[in-house]
């Protein structure tokens, strides 16, 4: 069946009912731009966690004791498929987060921070993990009304001819089952729960004979949990995870950690001699327990192998192409394949055959929790009326730039500076067009622009200084004065960012 423009009319009508799915740090930030509207008569927020923090909840120690891994089967390709969560004794139902013991972010505090919301005074440059979570939750207290919490959206479907959207969930404490119609539903559940396991010959074998040697970075909790480990450590992957683990487990344990790179990462990574970056992995001996690479060196007693090479893009609610009954149906299955990212969407966030969904968090190399802000205050706008969308031959102009300049792949998404920066502009440049009354979001000034183009070599000098004194830097004028830091020559120039198709 295939999607109509006719769908498009769906934005013409009065909405009045909106569903949230999610309640983490993108959900609130959203929840709150679409109340401050003030235009909608009800706003229903589903989080399947107990809790708010979403990605921020620290979940390692209930997981580690049972050796489960968030990898539903090795190698991981699929999108479709449904992380269970955990029943823990004392906890209850647990979903398992990425967020491990030492986690820091890679982004200064004053670049996270929502709208009036600034960070504690003793939080350091670089925040750490709990300090993130508090952070979030008491943030999102604000909206705590709206949401009811233990309850996981299982199906999502379209009606045509109502235009409204069949949204089903589960209470995970009772079992018991709900669905209720809304006009408009916002998809805020976070891209960081699937984790991609990409195939290597020989890999399945691997893990059917050492079940307990390949795992995830969601798996990771902290560089402790590898004393024991005797034989090779080999990190798959060289973004933000890779880099990270490999440097706590080289200066915890002060032995080679090997790993393996397909390309130079534009992310920041600290160093330690005991790294070992090595190529691609062409396959998996098991005859030998080695991995030989593609430039024909091998690495020998592999011991353990941590796959940090990302996350598929998954919405398990949504329609496969069996279960299309609609139009709408159509649009909704359409939006995910093969995981690597969502199709068909305008501003990545609405799908330009039915923009009664929106879907928000999917840009990569943002400051989500800000993004969050913007992108619901842009959304709120057009669910309201206020922000017209322009013709439908616009909006696949846009999807295509993207496709032509980002690739039809998983760097669809990937909004390195200065594009993240452009993306916000033309979001805030359309709000303030809609006029006075809502929300709005954090406007970039030339200051953050300028801290925005230097994270990488900022954060570098903060974990080499960390590592040499054992303190966490307050401040970016610290680093400086301490000789570790000092501002990129580009840095000075790029205050200025000017506005492109993003």
């Not at 998404?413 to 009354?437: C, K």
Request: aromatic share 10%.
């Amino acid at each position: 069946m295939r999607p109509s423009g006719i769908l498009l009319s769906a934005i013409g009508k009065q909405i009045k009912s909106i569903a949230v799915v999610g309640a983490g740090p993108v959900g609130a930030g959203l929840t709150k731009a679409l109340l401050h509207e003030n235009k909608f008569a009800s706003i229903k927020v589903f989080e399947k966690r107990n809790s708010f923090g979403g990605v921020w909840n620290y979940t390692k120690p209930m997981f580690k004791t049972k050796n489960i891994t968030s990898c539903p089967e090795i190698p991981c390709q699929t999108p479709h498929a449904r992380n269970q969560p955990h029943v823990h004794e004392e906890h209850g139902l647990v979903f398992q987060t990425p967020v491990y013991k030492y986690l820091d972010t890679n982004v200064p505090k004053y670049l996270m921070e929502y709208d009036n919301q600034p960070f504690p005074a003793n939080a350091p440059l670089f925040p750490l993990r709990d300090q993130v979570w508090d952070y979030v939750v008491e943030y999102s207290k604000k909206i705590e009304d709206l949401v009811v919490f233990n309850r996981e959206v299982v199906k999502l479907r379209y009606n045509d001819e109502d235009q409204k959207y069949a949204l089903s969930t589960t209470d995970l404490l009772t079992g018991q089952s709900e669905t209720e119609e809304f006009d408009a539903v916002a998809i805020a559940t976070g891209f960081y729960d699937l984790p991609f396991v990409p195939e290597r010959p020989g890999l399945k074998e691997w893990h059917e004979l050492f079940p307990t040697s390949v795992m995830h970075a969601k798996d990771f909790d902290c560089p402790e949990d590898f004393e024991n480990t005797e034989g090779a450590i080999v990190i798959i992957g060289n973004s933000a995870s890779g880099s990270d683990l490999a440097f706590e487990l080289a200066t915890h344990l002060k032995r080679p950690i090997y790993k393996s790179k397909r390309s130079e990462s534009a992310l920041p990574a600290g160093y330690d001699s005991n790294i070992r970056e090595v190529p691609d992995i062409l396959r998996f001996d098991t005859s030998t327990k080695s991995i030989e690479l593609v430039n024909g060196s091998r690495i020998e007693n592999v011991e353990k192998v941590i796959y940090c090479t990302g996350y598929l893009k998954s919405l398990p609610f949504l329609p496969k192409s069996s279960e299309v009954q609609s139009q709408g149906d159509s649009v909704l299955s359409g939006l995910i394949t093969d995981g690597t990212r969502l199709h068909n969407l305008y501003n990545h966030i609405v799908p330009y055959h039915l923009p009664t969904v929106g879907i928000l968090g999917l840009p990569k190399y943002v400051l989500p929790t800000r993004l969050s802000e913007t992108q619901g205050a842009w959304l709120a706008r057009v669910w309201s009326g206020r922000i017209q969308l322009p013709s439908l031959e616009v909006m696949k102009y846009y999807d295509n730039w993207f496709v032509e300049n980002n690739g039809d792949t998983g760097k669809y998404h990937d909004l390195n500076f200065p594009m993240d920066v452009q993306y916000s502009q033309r979001l805030n440049t359309e709000i303030r067009r809609a006029g006075n009354g809502g929300y709005f979001g954090v406007e970039w000034t030339g200051d953050q622009i300028k801290l925005r183009s230097s994270i990488k070599p900022l954060k570098e000098g903060y974990l080499a200084y960390f590592k040499d004194t054992g303190n966490r830097a307050m401040t970016v004028e610290e680093l400086i004065e301490k000789g570790y830091f000092e501002w990129p020559l580009d840095a000075l120039t790029a205050v200025q960012v000017p506005q492109v198709a993003p």
